[in-house]
C-alpha cells in the first residue's frame, strides 16, 4: 500500500475510532429528560452527568501530561485502553441508582478515559499530517463532534428506556478499541514536549498567548453548556408546539442535528482558516455563535422549523473556531513550551465548562428558556474582542503563516 494510501486508510480509522468512542461523553447526557422522569433527578444531578466528565477529563489530561503516557505507550494501545476503561464505567451505570453518588464518580472515570482517547487520537492523525494539519484536525475535531451527538441519535430511536442509549455508547466505544489497532502511525512521530509546571505563568504574562487563552475560555464558556442542554431545550420547546406521541422522538433528533452539524464546521474551518486567517476565522464564528445564544430563546415554543434551523446554524459556528485556539497557541508560544501550553489552555478550559453546565437549571429558573442561554454569549463576546486585540498585536504575523 502507498503510503497515501495507507495515509487515507489510517485518518479514516482514526477518525471513526474516535467517533465511536466519543459517544461516551455525552451518553448520560442525553437522556436526562427520561432520568427526570423515572429518578426525578435534581438540578445539580442533571448538571453533574456532563460536568463529572469534565472534571475527569482535566485531571485525565494533566496526569497524562505529568507522566508522560503518550510518549512512555504505545498510542493505539493507549487508545484502546481508554476507550474500553471508559466503556466499562459508561456500562456500570445501568447497574447504579441514578440518583446516587456513584452517577457522578462513574461519569468522571469515564472523562479520565476520554483524556485517553481525544488528545491520543489528535496525535496519532499529526503522525501522518504533512502541510494538511488544519484540515487534519479539522477532520478530529468533526468526529469529536459527531461522536458527541451519536447518543442524542441512539436515544430517538430507544423509545423511553434511557438504558437503550448508554448501552450503545458502550457498544460504541467497545468497537473503537478493537477497530484503532488496524491504523497505522504515519512517519512524523515524535516526543510531546514535557510538561512544565514552572512555564504556566508565562500563559498570562506574554500577551498574545493571554488573548488566545482568552479567546478559547469565550469559547469554552458557551460550548459544553449548549451541547449539554440543547436537548432539554428543545424537549420543552417541542413540548408546547408538537403532539405528545412525536414531540420526545423529533426533538431528540433535532438536538442529534443541532451538534453533529458542527462537523460540517469543523472541517469546513480546518480548511479556510489557512487561508482567510485564524483570528478572521474566529471572529466570525464566535459573531455568529454568540448571536445564536443570545436569541435563539425568543424562538422558545415557536415554529420547529425555524428553531431547529437557528439551532443547526448554532451548531455549525459553535464548532467552526474551536480548533483555531490549539493552532494559534502552537504558533505563538516557544516550541520548548507548546505542550505546557496546549496542555493548560485544555484544563483552563473544561474546567471552565464545569460553571455554565451547572449554571443552567438556576438561569432556566430565574430567566426561563426563553432566555435562559443568553449569559452564555457572554462567553463569545469576550473571545470575539480577545481575537481582535491579537489580530492587531505585531506578533499575530506568527498565526497562519502570516494571514493573522
Known amino acids: 500500500m502507498s503510503l497515501s494510501a495507507s495515509k487515507r486508510a489510517s485518518v479514516a480509522i482514526i477518525a471513526i475510532a474516535q467517533l465511536m468512542a466519543m459517544a461516551l461523553w455525552f451518553s448520560a447526557s442525553a437522556v436526562v429528560p427520561q432520568l427526570v422522569a423515572e429518578f426525578r433527578l435534581s438540578g445539580f444531578m442533571q448538571s453533574a452527568l456532563t460536568s463529572g466528565v469534565q472534571l475527569g477529563f482535566v485531571a485525565g489530561c494533566l496526569a497524562s501530561a505529568f507522566l508522560s503516557l503518550a510518549d512512555r505507550l504505545e498510542l493505539r494501545r493507549l487508545f484502546a485502553a481508554s476507550a474500553l476503561l471508559g466503556a466499562g464505567a459508561n456500562a456500570l451505570l445501568l447497574v447504579v441508582d441514578p440518583a446516587s453518588a456513584w452517577m457522578p464518580a462513574l461519569r468522571f472515570v469515564t472523562g ?10 489528535m496525535k496519532l492523525a499529526s503522525t501522518w499530517a504533512k502541510g494538511d494539519m488544519g484540515l487534519m484536525v479539522g477532520i478530529l475535531v468533526g468526529a469529536l463532534t459527531l461522536g458527541s451527538a451519536s447518543p442524542h441519535l441512539f436515544n430517538a430511536y430507544a423509545g423511553v428506556d434511557w438504558r437503550v442509549p448508554v448501552a450503545a455508547a458502550s457498544v460504541s466505544a467497545l468497537a473503537a478499541a478493537l477497530l484503532i489497532g488496524r491504523a497505522g502511525v504515519g512517519p512524523n512521530l515524535a516526543p510531546a514536549p514535557r510538561f512544565d509546571p514552572s512555564a504556566v505563568l508565562v500563559a498570562w504574562r506574554d500577551v498574545p498567548l493571554r488573548l488566545a487563552n482568552l479567546g478559547y475560555l469565550g469559547h469554552m464558556w458557551e460550548l459544553y453548556a449548549m451541547w449539554a442542554w440543547i436537548g432539554v431545550f428543545l424537549q420543552a420547546s417541542f413540548a408546547l408546539t408538537l403532539p405528545a406521541e412525536v414531540a420526545p422522538t423529533y426533538a431528540k433528533l433535532a438536538a442529534f442535528a443541532t451538534i453533529a452539524s458542527g462537523a460540517i464546521g469543523s472541517i469546513g474551518a480546518g480548511v479556510l482558516a489557512d487561508r482567510l486567517g485564524r483570528t478572521t476565522l474566529t471572529i466570525v464564528a464566535m459573531a455568529v455563535s454568540g ?16 428553531l431547529v434551523a437557528v439551532c443547526v446554524v448554532w451548531g455549525v459556528s459553535i464548532v467552526a473556531d474551536s480548533a483555531q485556539f490549539s493552532a494559534s497557541i502552537a504558533e505563538l508560544a516557544d516550541r520548548s513550551r507548546v505542550g505546557t501550553m496546549l496542555t493548560l489552555q485544555t484544563a483552563l478550559g473544561f474546567t471552565l465548562t464545569l460553571a455554565t453546565i451547572h449554571l443552567m437549571p438556576s438561569l432556566v429558573e430565574a430567566l426561563t428558556w426563553r432566555y435562559a442561554f443568553v449569559p452564555l454569549a457572554i462567553g463569545p463576546a469576550v473571545g470575539v474582542l480577545a481575537m481582535a486585540r491579537l489580530r492587531a498585536h505585531p506578533r499575530s504575523v506568527a498565526l497562519a503563516g502570516g494571514r493573522r
Open 291 to 306: 448571536s445564536c445564544a443570545a436569541g435563539v430563546g425568543v424562538l422558545f415554543g415557536g415554529p420547529p422549523a425555524v
Open 112 to 121: 479520565v478515559a476520554m483524556a485517553g482517547v481525544y488528545p491520543v487520537g
